[in-house]
């Protein structure tokens, strides 16, 4: 006599959602930044940009719980914003990209979730170039 196989109900699968969030002034103006989303978009399934802090934030906040965020965010929007968010379940980790590296570096030292202080375009390689690795990682 056979096995009867039924499908996990959703309360019993651990699947974690990855979004990633792009916060800057500039991010759907420059360029730039509009090239690189196009470029990440390639890649990237869930992409979400904001150019205001708080928008940002009421974003994150009305997301689930279950939900998980990779932030990227422009030193000078960091600084504001990653003291008011660092401690959200749905926040997995943050990058800043930025300029002035040291400078943002002394901020985000007392910050767990802040991985890296990079320049824009590192951001980006690390995404494409190791995408398979980042989402087995988390």
């Not at 939900?67 to 504001?80: A, K, M, P, Q, T």
């Amino acid at each position: 006599m056979g096995t009867v196989l039924t499908r996990p109900s959703p309360d019993d699968t651990n699947v974690e959602t990855f979004s990633l969030i792009w916060l800057d002034a500039t991010v759907n103006t420059s360029p730039e930044n509009i090239q690189s989303q196009e470029i990440l978009r390639e890649s990237i399934d869930q992409l979400k940009t904001f150019d205001n802090g708080d928008e940002c934030i009421k974003y994150i906040e009305y997301l689930s719980a279950n939900d998980r965020i990779i932030l990227i965010s422009s030193g000078s929007l960091g600084r504001s914003i990653v003291p008011r968010i660092h401690e959200l379940r749905q926040i997995f980790s943050i990058y800043i990209y930025c300029m002035n590296k040291e400078a943002n570096e002394q901020w985000t030292k007392k910050f767990i979730k802040v991985i890296k202080t990079l320049i824009l375009l590192f951001i980006i390689d690390f995404f494409l170039c190791s995408r398979s690795k980042v989402f087995l990682l988390f």
